[in-house]
């Protein structure tokens, strides 16, 4: 073969390469995509979060004004949601939708026992000094588990530590305008 055939054959195998389409099937990582969704604890079926008016409702938390119930924008890959939902989410069409099961550990961690701490009830404030309100005790935010005395026991671990959860999504829209993207990212962040 001559130099010349040789370089004639090497074209047409980069032209077959460059015509063959290296991109993934569907949505993929850096995708900004509209999500419904409704997350859960898997034990006790407690409605966590959701852009479902109707469920909303039936979890009692549909009367909250400043709530939004449209769908969420997010960016796939981007830790918007959980790492499961991401991965997921990538292969997938406008359309398609998912019940995730995410494991403790890929939530929001396992309820450690040391986190549970006694404190003096002079750290709370006095109109947190009750149980189940929130507080901040040295840098840290925990919630009020009892009050005796001079004493409080805190829980500092999240409150879904320890909880197995279901995300139930469906993908409603990819969104490709850059102002919409923009708006939506910003939405999720104040809401």
């Known amino acids: 073969m001559s130099d010349n055939e040789a370089e004639a054959a090497d074209a047409d195998d ?5 015509s063959e389409p290296d991109d993934a099937e569907g949505l993929q990582h850096g995708d900004f995509v509209k999500l ?11 409605v966590i979060d959701t852009t479902d008016e109707e469920v909303a409702e039936e979890a009692g938390f549909a009367d909250d004004d400043n709530r939004d119930f449209t769908p969420r924008t997010i ?40 986190d549970v701490r006694t404190v ?7 109109d947190d000094r009750y149980p189940g309100a929130t507080v901040q005790i040295d840098r840290e935010q925990g919630h009020v588990e009892t009050i005796i005395g001079g004493r409080a ?8 530590a320890g909880e197995e959860l279901e995300y139930d999504y469906e993908i409603v829209a990819v969104v490709d305008d850059r102002e919409e993207q923009a708006e939506g990212i910003l939405g999720m962040y104040l809401q």
Request: glycine content about 10%.
């Open 153 to 160: 026991r805190v829980n500092f671990n999240h409150p879904l």
């Open 120 to 126: 003096s009830a002079d750290k709370i404030p006095e």
């Open 14 to 18: 980069a032209t077959e390469s460059d």
């Open 36 to 46: 419904e969704y409704t997350l859960r604890t898997t034990d006790d079926d407690e």
């Open 75 to 114: 960016i796939i890959g981007d830790g918007h949601v959980f790492d499961a939902v991401d991965d997921s989410l990538v292969g997938s069409e406008v359309g398609d939708g998912d019940a995730v099961v995410i494991p403790p550990e890929d939530g929001f961690g396992e309820h450690n026992p040391e």
